[in-house]
């Protein structure tokens, strides 16, 4: 690939993007600083010119009272009030692997209302092991030559069960050459493959049990080895996540196998969750199997933690959809709220609510690009970052060096929500300070 997509390159355009994203305080105030210096500059002329004209005052005293008023009440202070505080949590958040977009991520991640959390390679490790490879009917290739065939097609994919099926591949196997290639997100991988030593090419599909049934009616025109297989997929064991390899040669019959993997839930993951579900209502969206949803649900749920919905077997394009639903109902509802912080955001037409979707940079990118605030759990595979999570995330958490696995990637989340949380509140500590030394200082010269 080209240098320009490398990841350093990618990293560094993220970095330049972070310092052109203003924060939309920051916008504000530099427009309503700018009206202010005007006005300041014509209250001192007044203050000047017209104690001399209309009460026959010192023209010395009533010019040194404009130069003051000039200098206490200009809007520098108020400027100078919240860039500083940005810049220094950026700083903050990058020394310790976490990348954001600029100051308007971490506005809007202080001011979210909810987070929704992908379960494979979020709050499970993402790294499944392969416990079995069950012929579906009579077979006659090997379960090693299955493998090797599973593994060809999915080392051209990034997502973890082609992984688990890579690490898995025997190395002694058969050598399988992939000739075609298409990939269908969400659901799976097809392709024709090129056994060693073989001149017939076999045409062969890996993924999820019922895009493989589907592969095998219309491709295959093998009706009853798809409904077998259906079959066979709905007795999985609980917990366990399911893919389905299919084979069809020249002068063979279609044979079909089940393969059987565990993933396992992150360490930090429990203790995660129960921190942010007590400021934040929390939910799931996986595109695996509700059962397995819900076990992994009630493994990370506690008295403090409980997830207000979880929504399972959704595909990418369902996850964006169940995203933009999921946002726009907070913001609704963070918009009908009758404090008077509320209606103040209101008025200057700052963003309230929203919602964080959290996830794994690979199958949820779009869910990931269309939240308020999209943060990628970005696991570095051999020294690279997966494009889509650099491109579609506001917040980018990088993998340290002694947590290959990732387990400590979710108390980062809740870490760096704390951050923007209390940037947020020295802004606001500073805007009142400002506002208070400006007014003080400007009542006193005119006094």
């Not at 690939?1 to 105030?29: D, F, K, N, W, Y």
């Not at 606001?428 to 400007?442: D, G, H, P, W």
Request: charged share 20%; aromatic share 4%; proline share 4%.
């Amino acid at each position: 690939r080209p240098a320009s997509e490398s990841t350093v390159q990618r990293i560094v355009r993220l970095t330049a993007s972070a310092g052109a994203s203003r924060p939309q305080l920051v916008t504000l105030l530099d427009a309503v600083a700018s009206k202010w210096s005007y006005a300041v500059m014509v209250s001192s002329v007044v203050i000047a010119a017209l104690p001399p004209l209309l009460w026959g005052s010192s023209l010395s005293s009533s010019l040194y009272r404009s130069l003051v008023w000039l200098i206490t009440a200009s809007p520098c202070a108020l400027i100078l009030a919240t860039p500083l505080v940005y810049v220094s949590a950026l700083s903050l958040a990058a020394s310790n692997g976490v990348l954001l977009k600029g100051g308007r991520t971490l506005d809007a991640l202080a001011s979210a209302t909810g987070f929704a959390f992908d379960k494979t390679g979020t709050i499970t490790s993402g790294q499944p092991t392969l416990r079995s490879v069950l012929p579906v009917s009579t077979a006659h290739t090997s379960e090693r030559q299955a493998l090797a065939i599973a593994s060809a097609l999915g080392r051209l994919s990034v997502h973890p069960i082609s992984r688990a099926l890579v690490d898995a591949a025997p190395s002694d196997a058969q050598a399988v050459q992939t000739l075609e290639f298409q990939m269908a997100p969400g659901d799976g991988v097809s392709g024709v493959i090129s056994l060693q030593g073989q001149d017939v090419p076999l045409h062969a599909a890996l993924g999820r049990p019922t895009f493989v049934a589907q592969h095998l009616e219309t491709k295959l025109r093998a009706n009853d080895l798809a409904d077998l297989l259906r079959k066979s997929a709905g007795n999985v064991g609980e917990g366990k996540v399911s893919a389905a390899l299919c084979v069809l040669g020249a002068s063979t019959d279609p044979e079909a196998w089940l393969m059987e993997f565990e993933d396992c839930v992150k360490s930090s993951a429990a203790e995660a969750l129960e921190e942010i579900a007590k400021t934040h209502p929390i939910c799931m969206l996986t595109g695996d199997r509700q059962d397995n949803a819900m076990l992994v649900a009630k493994a990370v749920e506690g008295p403090n933690c409980k997830f207000k919905e979880v929504h399972a077997n959704l595909r990418p394009e369902g996850k964006l959809a169940k995203v933009r639903e999921l946002d726009n109902r907070l913001r609704i509802s963070a918009r009908q709220r009758n404090s008077f912080k509320s209606k103040m955001l209101n008025a200057f037409g700052v963003t309230q609510g929203g919602l964080v979707m959290v996830g794994d940079g690979v199958n949820d990118a779009p869910a990931l690009a269309a939240a308020t605030v999209g943060i990628s759990l970005a696991a570095q595979a051999e020294g690279a970052l997966p494009t889509n999570a650099v491109e579609g995330s506001d917040i980018l958490i990088l993998r340290r060096r002694d947590d290959p696995g990732g387990d400590a990637d979710l108390l980062r989340v809740k870490w760096i929500m704390a951050v923007a949380r209390k940037a947020q509140g020295i802004v606001r500590q500073n805007l009142f300070l400002a506002l208070c030394s400006i007014a003080t200082a400007s009542l006193a010269s005119i006094a």
